[in-house]
């Protein structure tokens, strides 16, 4: 078995096959806290989002794979305006160069 994981707390690939190639691929947003409440305004101090690609080879045949957790966190508080708030920010990607 081959494990590959992305930075700590990260996504992860294991593999019974060769791997390959493997690289991580840093997102435009940030991760956020799943365990306690989050304000929009601090997530920059968080590392990004990002997801794990890899190349296997299966039997001479190249398959890519990959690994994300699409999870985005949870809101300050339970108002229906902050809830709003935080699906807005989370569900629209600002793709920078």
């Not at 956020?32 to 045949?61: K, M, W, Y």
């Not at 699409?70 to 629209?92: D, S």
Request: proline share 4%; charged share 20%.
């Amino acid at each position: 078995m081959q494990f590959y994981m992305g930075h700590s707390n990260s996504t992860a690939i294991l593999s019974k096959y060769p791997v390959l190639e493997f690289k991580e691929v840093n997102l435009p947003s940030h991760e956020a806290s799943l365990s306690g409440s989050n304000d929009i305004q601090d997530q920059q101090d968080n590392p990004c989002r990002s997801f794990t690609h890899a190349v296997l080879d299966i039997e001479g045949i190249r398959l890519h794979v990959i690994s994300i957790r699409l999870i985005a966190g949870r809101p300050k508080n339970h108002t229906l305006e902050e809830n709003i708030r935080w699906g807005r920010t989370f569900l629209t990607l600002k793709w920078t160069k």
